[in-house]
């Protein structure tokens, strides 16, 4: 059986490695040279560095199972602590009641109770955006103060414009609001009577030694060694069928372009991508056209300080900066920093094509992170850094992308043999777990299953929002 599979992030990985331990030879085509795709390692003068911080959680035994067989004890487990930057303040995430309210301030706190409480009694109504969704359950204050300004940072467009289902998909019952509404809710509750349950945040998460590239550097070679084969400097340019079934995929290489038969084709390549090389009808074209994507920038930087902040990472909530998150590689592995006398920052901005911050040269990002860490608190001696580009980051849940979404996807569901996976090959905001057990009942389903697989994460309740 010849199942090609496109592109080698973590969904394509995990497809191969799960059919190559089944006896099958697959081919796996990745237009770049190295494995991982966003969640690759970056090396830098000795120095690893993750590309916006990937934790390593599911509530999937499969696919922990997955990992642990990889890496054995090279997967460390590792405590979580971050915190949230807002209106000058750091604020403990998960917040405890003392922090929350000595930053808040005591007439600031009374309004969030109050707000929470008008949100309690009111009626919904019609939920279409994200900001309803919040502010309806959690009122418009603590929407204000805790999501706002982070959100339209990362996705660039007013909150009023993201799509309701963003929230209920990502948040569900646990996110930065339940943990502030449990230090200061109490007394409201005891008014209006009842409690709700909350969940608890991750405490604790696993990471591989040297960063998450170690997973899937490893999971490649396990690959080759049972006999599948991974082909770099291959980009996909097309598929070749009958309107029903795939029957070869295009590729174009440094030798030129070449074809290469398929009895199933598995892919996490962009899905725009996928389609606009499959000949589709106008109405397909025009859907692919109207789904948004946005890339990330993160700015690496090593500072020659030992210790500059205890966190894993921290949410910059504060609008005056375009910084959106900041990671501190040295607390998630002491394996990332080779000199412990220094520490290894990730500053995470967001963008789109036509912003100026995507065209930024490499010197101004650096002054950049240089001056907004300093408007924040975190200055310290930069001696050396990278930076890292990475186009269509996030598919973006604007209002009606679902629409547009349900068009392709029932144009892919017409082939028999192909099978979209992962977060770029069926527009999901995925977590890389997600994203492997997509590819793992994809490979049932190619050998007699009959899995939904479309459904993974759309039910599934996760701990929080961010990661």
């Not at 697959?26 to 494995?35: C, D, K, Y």
């Not at 690959?223 to 991974?230: D, M, N």
Request: charged share 25%; proline share 5%.
């Amino acid at each position: 059986m010849a199942v090609v599979i496109l592109g080698a992030g973590p969904a394509g990985l995990a497809a191969a490695y799960s059919l190559a331990k089944k006896g099958e030879k697959p081919i796996v085509l990745e237009r770049s040279h190295t494995v991982g795709g966003m969640c690759r390692t970056i090396e830098h003068n000795g120095y690893l560095f993750d590309i916006g911080g990937h934790r390593f959680f599911t509530k999937f035994d499969e696919v922990q199972d997955l990992w642990e067989e990889i890496l054995g004890d090279q997967f460390l487990l590792r405590p979580r602590l971050s915190r949230i930057f807002y209106n000058g303040k750091f604020f403990d995430y998960p917040l405890k009641a003392t922090n929350a309210l000595l930053n808040l301030g005591a007439i600031e706190s009374t309004r969030c109770m109050l707000s929470y409480g008008r949100a309690r009694l009111r009626k919904r109504g019609d939920e279409v955006s994200f900001e309803e969704w919040i502010a309806n359950r959690f009122g418009n204050r603590l929407f204000d103060i805790f999501f706002r300004s982070y959100t339209e940072k990362v996705w660039g467009i007013p909150t009023s414009e993201i799509g309701a289902d963003w929230a209920a998909q990502r948040i569900k019952n646990m996110e930065l609001s339940t943990a502030v509404l449990d230090a200061l809710r109490r007394p409201l509750e005891q008014f209006l009577g009842g409690k709700t349950d909350v969940a608890s945040l991750i405490e604790e998460f696993h990471y591989p030694k040297t960063g998450p590239g170690l997973m899937y550097d490893t999971m490649a070679e396990k690959i080759t060694e049972l006999g599948g084969e991974i082909r770099f400097g291959h980009t996909v340019t097309g598929l070749v069928h009958d309107g029903k079934t795939v029957s070869t995929v295009q590729v174009k290489t440094d030798d030129g372009e070449i074809e290469i038969h398929a009895d199933h084709v598995m892919s996490s390549i962009p899905l725009t991508v996928l389609v606009r090389g499959m000949d589709p009808p106008q109405a397909v074209i025009d859907a692919t056209e109207q789904l948004l994507y946005r890339n990330l920038l993160t700015v690496n930087l090593i500072t020659d300080t030992p210790n500059l902040f205890p966190d894993n990472w921290i949410y910059v909530h504060e609008p005056s900066v375009q910084l959106g998150r900041i990671q501190n590689y040295k607390n998630w592995s002491p394996h990332m920093v080779p000199d412990p006398s220094k520490t290894s920052l990730g500053l995470e901005y967001f963008c789109s094509d036509d912003e100026p911050l995507w065209a930024m040269s490499d010197e101004a990002l650096f002054a950049l992170g240089k001056r907004e860490l300093e408007s924040i608190r975190l200055d310290a001696p930069i001696i050396d850094g990278c930076v890292v580009r990475v186009p269509k980051a996030y598919p973006v849940y604007n209002r009606g992308y679902e629409t547009h979404l349900s068009v392709i996807k029932d144009f892919v569901q017409g082939f028999s043999n192909l099978a979209p996976m992962g977060r770029y090959g069926m527009f999901k905001y995925n977590n890389s777990d997600h994203s492997i057990l997509t590819a793992l009942l994809s490979v049932e389903n190619i050998l007699g299953a009959s899995h939904d697989v479309w459904a993974v994460n759309t039910e599934t309740e996760y701990h929080e929002i961010r990661g």
